[in-house]
């Protein structure tokens, strides 16, 4: 579901609990026309119900979604950090090694303030961004490896390396919280659920010989505005609501400046 739009899927779902509702009006005014009150109170309870798995749904989706969102903005935040600290302690290093360190430093927080605003589902370039990436890591390693050998100091190599260390974790970090979404299954229970109750709404509606009021479509208006929701905050590079990557941008453009000093 990832790869296709949100509008597209939430345009789906709104005709769905339309064609549901109308086709469980029909269904009820045609089986249970005369119904009796035992009937229709049995009818109403069960909808009552299913309205309440609903909400529970809901709400369980939307915790999720809205957790990963917030994982995913910490994660900037903490990387942004991260790579600022080990810029800072490059000045630390041997002179043979700080330069390139610099330049390599320099190269990967552009790199990630670009990667930042590429969309998930552009897979050939996210993966082409991951691997420079990676490649610039594994070289930062392999000169802080070398600025070990030639100045084994805990306090100045030592702690530039300490810093790479955490730079390399939170690179992992924030890829996996990218690549976490709210299972799949979930979202189909969901979906599933949401036609299921418009169907017994409208057969409920049919079973009393009236069609469903005003409030029932306001309703289903809010539960599709909040579906949306739940399914953009999946969606951390495209829609109306995006990680920002202020940190990272800004981090970037403070080492721009300070390169041009």
């Known amino acids: ?35 009796n009150d035992s009937i229709k109170s049995q009818i109403n309870t069960i909808q009552a119900s299913l309205l309440g798995v609903l909400a529970l749904l809901l709400g369980f989706t939307f915790s999720l979604a809205l957790q ?74 392999q000169l802080a490896v070398q600025a070990a050998g030639e100045d084994p100091n805990p306090v100045s190599t030592g702690l530039y390396i300490q810093s790479l260390n955490g730079l390399i974790d939170s690179f992992g970090t924030r890829q996996a919280a990218l690549d976490r979404h709210v299972p799949e299954v979930v979202l189909f229970l969901l979906l599933g659920t949401l036609v299921l109750t418009g ?13 469903a009021s005003f409030a029932t479509y306001v309703l289903v208006l809010l539960i599709v505005m909040l579906v949306f929701i739940i399914i953009d905050l999946d969606r951390p590079r495209r829609g109306l609501i995006e990680v920002p990557q202020g940190s990272i941008i800004a981090l970037h453009e403070s080492i721009v400046r300070a390169g041009q000093r």
Do not use: F
């Open 68 to 141: 990963r969102y917030d994982n995913r903005s910490t994660a900037v935040v903490d990387e942004a950090n991260a790579i600022g600290t080990t810029y800072l302690r490059v000045d630390m290093l041997p002179d043979s090694v700080r330069d390139e360190s610099r330049a390599i430093l320099e190269a990967y927080v552009k790199l990630r303030a670009s990667a930042g605003t590429e969309s998930l589902d552009h897979v050939v370039r996210r993966e082409a961004l991951l691997r420079e990436s990676e490649g610039l890591l594994d070289a930062l390693w």
């Open 199 to 211: 169907s017994l709404v409208g057969y409920a509606s049919g079973v009393a010989g009236q069609r």
């Open 1 to 35: 579901m990832y790869n296709l739009s949100s509008v597209l899927i939430v345009g789906i779902l709104c005709v769905l609990l339309l064609l549901a509702i109308e086709s469980g009006y029909r269904l009820g005014l045609r089986l249970n026309r005369g119904a």
